[in-house]
């Protein structure tokens, strides 16, 4: 195995899979990008994920699957949207999500490395990524209804910044999706905005 972590053009700082998988549709240089066009994006992304490390990294995904998991963002996006702002999550976005869940693939017991055995999906994505919008679902569908929705947050970068995390500082005071991203920017802005009012006569 390489140890060195391959070069990709996604952010992991959701502090979870789902958000994450909401996460890869961002802005950069002030316009909205999608990092995963295409199915083979969609693989380096779960490679670049701790899904691989479970679940496997698939060899290639069929474009329907990948259309899935492109629809199934959108409606995860619009259910963690609902959470943050205090919404119930639209009656569509569920539907959505239960088309999905209702692929549920069955369980199995596995035991990883040094670990004890756990019933966990079974699920082989390198053999079949079928599974994979169901992995997403699943994830998604446990944070909307879960205890950690209400450490859902949106980047309080809002105007420049659409990436959400789950909010577990200590303090629960995390405003930024990361200092380096948003965080640091923010503050030079501030000083600026400060300096420009103290020049003003
Ligand atoms: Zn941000």
Do not use: Y
């Amino acid at each position: 195995m390489d140890e060195q972590a391959p070069e990709h053009p996604f952010v992991f700082l959701g502090g979870d899979v789902a958000l994450d998988f909401v996460n890869t549709v961002l802005v950069d240089g002030g316009a909205p990008v999608d990092r995963l066009p295409a199915p083979a994006d969609l693989a380096g992304w779960v490679a670049a994920s701790g899904l691989g490390e479970e679940f496997g990294v698939p060899d290639r995904i069929a474009p329907t699957v990948h259309a899935t998991a492109i629809a199934l963002r959108g409606a995860l996006k619009a259910g963690f949207d609902a959470v943050v702002t205090g919404e119930p999550v639209p009656d569509e976005a569920v539907a959505s999500l239960n088309a999905v869940l209702r692929t549920g693939p069955g369980s199995e017991l596995r035991g990883l490395p040094g670990d004890d055995l756990r019933l966990r999906p079974a699920v082989d994505l390198t053999a079949d990524a079928t599974a994979l919008p169901w992995l997403l679902a699943d994830a998604g569908a446990r944070l909307l209804v879960g205890d950690r929705a209400r450490l859902l947050r949106r980047c309080a970068n809002h105007d420049t910044c659409v990436l959400m995390f789950l909010d577990t500082s200590r303090s629960h005071t995390r405003r930024w999706c990361s200092m380096d991203l948003c965080g640091n920017r923010s503050k030079v802005a501030a000083h600026g905005a400060r300096a420009r009012r103290r020049q003003q006569p």
